[in-house]
């Protein structure tokens, strides 16, 4: 009977011997991390490849001891969501994605933009040089509050204490984009859209009170003349208002600096072809054939073709009251060719 009851025993030995404190899910061969000098566990020499558990040691998970994370000797009780190891010093500002902005080597982000670009608001134009607290007011702390992506949630005030014009008795509309730029340091100049006339060639960069004067914004026209009346009735080569040309400066003019380059190419069809025909190219300046700049009336030929007198005396010598005179050379040739009639 003695005999039966030691076996027992020594077979119950036997038993809690062999299991393992690790748990019943640890297949792994003790040899792995333990060595025959004892149950001390040589990081040096361990060839366990945590690879195998679905958790690799990367980065900074490969320089922490075991016991760091296994609090217990049953590894597969831990859990593996960065929170469960991590404290959360967002403050659930963020989700509990840490993957999102963190990698395992280092806690320090150095894709800031790239991460924005895949949020609700990428960091464009001014937005990408902006101070990250003057957005996040309690980035300080660590905590990164959900933000308005609109540009009046951030811009509000400054909306409300324009004065140049005045916004709100203007009734001018909150969402800024209509009227800015994100891409200028200035609210005014390069950063106003001003589509609705758009500041190119001689309007480009103008002050605003050029056009606007004390603060008239909101009808303001758009026809040349109403701005540049004062040029149109000044201009004296040639003289516009008097020789009774459209006050339609863009029929003649472009928007480049200084009104040039200029044509007046209504002159083909309504009085002599100098833009088309022989005469095409053949002239600099309007006073070359017009001598007089008070009368644009008034024309020359001979002056231009004074040098063929002996020519055109000889070429037209059956032609009956012939003269070598420039109204007699219009009336004979109103189209400048040789074969008008």
């Not at 010093?89 to 895949?118: K, P, Y």
């Not at 800015?180 to 103008?206: A, C």
């Not at 009774?244 to 309504?270: L, V, Y």
């Not at 088309?276 to 070359?288: D, F, L, V």
Request: net charge negative; aromatic share 10%.
């Amino acid at each position: 009977m003695k005999t039966v009851l030691f076996i027992f025993i020594f077979l119950g030995m036997l038993s809690g011997v062999s299991e393992s404190p690790h748990g019943v899910k640890l297949k792994q061969d003790c040899s792995e991390c333990h060595t025959s000098r004892g149950w001390t566990v040589d990081i040096g020499h361990l060839t366990f490849d945590h690879q195998s558990t679905g958790f690799p040691l990367n980065g900074q998970h490969g320089k922490v001891t075991c016991s760091l994370c296994h609090e217990s000797l049953v590894f597969d009780q831990i859990k593996t969501n960065c929170v469960d190891c991590h404290q959360d010093v967002h403050q659930q500002s963020v989700g509990f994605e840490c993957a999102q902005c963190h990698n395992s080597s280092t806690w320090i982000i150095e894709n800031t933009m790239d991460l924005h670009r895949q949020s609700r608001f990428p960091l464009m134009g001014m937005h990408a040089l902006a101070d990250c607290n003057s957005c996040h007011v309690s980035a300080p702390n660590l905590k990164f509050e959900s933000l308005g992506i609109d540009c009046y949630d951030c811009h509000k005030e400054t909306f409300l204490a324009t004065t140049q014009p005045n916004h709100i008795e203007e009734g001018y509309s909150s969402n800024c984009t209509e009227c800015h730029t994100p891409k200028s340091y200035e609210w005014t100049g390069s950063g106003f859209n001003h589509d609705i006339f758009p500041l190119l060639g001689g309007h480009r960069e103008p002050s605003c009170a050029d056009c606007h004067g004390d603060d008239q914004f909101a009808s303001i026209s758009a026809e040349c003349v109403d701005c540049h009346l004062f040029d149109f009735e000044q201009a004296t080569n040639p003289t516009h208002d008097p020789m009774s040309f459209s006050s339609q400066c863009n029929e003649c003019h472009t928007i480049d600096p200084n009104w040039q380059p200029a044509k007046f190419t209504q002159h083909d069809g309504e009085a002599f072809p100098i833009y088309s025909g022989s005469h095409r190219s053949a002239w600099k300046s309007c006073t070359e054939c017009h001598e007089n700049p008070n009368d644009y009336t008034s024309f020359t030929c001979t002056s231009c073709h004074e040098h063929g007198k002996v020519a055109m005396d000889l070429k037209h010598r059956e032609e009956r009251d012939y003269e070598y005179q420039s109204s007699a050379c219009f009336d004979c040739h109103p189209r400048g060719r040789a074969e008008d009639d």
